[in-house]
């Protein structure tokens, strides 16, 4: 603990670690009733039933009908979720009946920044028991600090959902454009169209195998046993990349790797890769591959090529393999297995492309850019938003900011 004469005017010292003095540490039993969900019901409704990873069922009468923090017993055990409407939590969690008046808000807010544990159980699966909750120490402010603590998160909150639908709708304009473009090509006025094996096209537009434009490859990627991952040379797995043709990050996973191995299945700039074993939503996902800053591979689950780049450019190939119709082309080319499909090199050399001209080409690909700039633009302000919900949470949390020195942050 922090020596009391080291403690920040009007701070004390606490179980949980420094508070401000006007806030008390209580045990989430003095609070609430910590009670068992049940079995949900076996008829269909419209309320949500809750285990411990979240709503997983939807059930016809409600356990709760007043608002109150679900908590995860078994599995993931200490996840807290917010039920502000009528629920049946299940009987894997437990749920809060309050016995004190609380803002539930700030109780989530503090459960979600300092989660309970189910690890210590002597179990292979972690859970929790009653008394874990009802020992659990947490910060009380007086309840209308509480309130404006969470009124605070909450406006983030908000701000962060309102983002999320910006960048919806900024994909569904670049999946719009992208449609437009494939029927009446790039120019300022819809060009005469053609009925094609793959649908409508401009009419000087042409229909070729994708194969007849493949320069290398296709080629299956490499397996490795998972004994071998952890230290070495980055590789690409299939969870790495979006349907959108998107990386989620270059953070990839490493694997131990001969040199022979390395240089085999060696990813160049501007080669693709395509998902080939996978569910059939993301069975064929591409992705056009950028300068990597070290040597990097792929897995065996996916295959790559390369394309000419003379009459079919790579940035355009990959706009159509990211398409409805192409991946409506590699279902049905697709064998299916019970818990997932493939797709082999035969497949994907017999997709049929829309071929433009090269310039209409990169007029396509330059319009599409523009709407990825705007999407990603509008990701970062959502990352942003994150941060700032993160870091007001634990300053918030902890007193540490307390609301009249948060009002310029908010405006």
């Known amino acids: 603990m922090m020596p009391s004469n080291d403690l920040p005017d009007n701070f004390k ?3 949980i670690g420094p508070i401000p003095v006007s806030w008390e540490v209580v045990p989430l039993g003095s609070l609430a009733r910590v009670k068992y ?6 008829q269909e409704g419209i309320i949500p039933a809750m285990g411990s990873g979240g709503t997983y069922a939807w059930v016809n009468e409600a356990l709760v009908d007043f608002p109150t923090l679900v908590i995860g017993r078994k599995g993931t055990a200490g996840r807290a979720w917010l039920m502000d409407k009528p629920c049946w939590p299940s009987d894997t969690t437990f749920y809060l009946e309050w016995t004190q008046e609380v803002d539930i808000h700030f109780l989530f807010g503090y459960l979600t920044l300092n989660p309970l544990s189910g690890e210590h159980a002597k179990t292979t699966l972690p859970s929790l028991s009653r008394p ?3 020992n659990y120490l947490v910060p009380c402010p007086p309840l209308p600090e509480q309130r404006r603590i969470a009124h605070v998160l909450s406006t983030i909150q908000r701000a962060i959902a309102a983002q999320d639908g910006l960048i919806a709708a900024a994909r569904e304009v670049k999946r719009s454009l992208m449609q437009r473009l494939f029927t009446y090509g790039p120019g300022p006025e819809p060009a005469p169209t053609k009925e094609t094996e793959i649908g409508e096209i401009p009419e000087h537009w042409e229909v070729v195998q994708l194969g007849d434009h493949i320069a290398e ?12 991952y952890g230290e070495g040379t980055p590789i690409i797995r299939i969870n790495d990349y979006d349907t959108d043709g998107r990386f989620a990050s270059l953070n990839f996973r490493r694997v131990r790797l001969e040199p022979a191995e390395i240089q085999k299945y060696l990813l160049r700039e501007k080669d693709i890769l395509v998902n080939r074993v996978n569910s059939l939503p993301q069975l064929g996902k591409s992705i056009l591959v950028p300068t990597f800053p070290e040597p990097t591979v792929f897995e065996s689950n996916m295959m790559r090529f390369a394309v000419d780049g003379i009459r079919l450019l790579p940035q355009y190939a990959i706009l159509f393999l990211c398409s409805p119709q192409a991946h409506t082309q590699m279902v049905g080319k697709a064998k299916r297995a019970v818990a997932q499909s493939s797709i082999n090199q035969g497949d994907v050399k017999s997709l049929l492309v829309p071929l ?9 690909v330059r319009m599409a850019a523009a709407t990825d700039r705007k999407i990603e633009a509008e990701e970062q302000r959502k990352v942003a938003l994150q941060s700032l919900f993160l870091s007001m949470l634990h300053q918030l949390m902890t007193g540490q900011v307390r609301i009249p020195d948060i009002v310029e942050v908010l405006q």
């Open 217 to 228: 490859g296709p080629q299956n990627g490499l397996y490795k046993p998972l004994s071998l």
């Open 13 to 15: 010292e606490t179980e």
């Open 132 to 134: 874990d909750l009802e």
């Open 356 to 364: 433009p001209p090269t310039s209409e080409q990169t007029t396509i």
């Open 37 to 42: 969900g049940k079995a949900k019901p076996k």
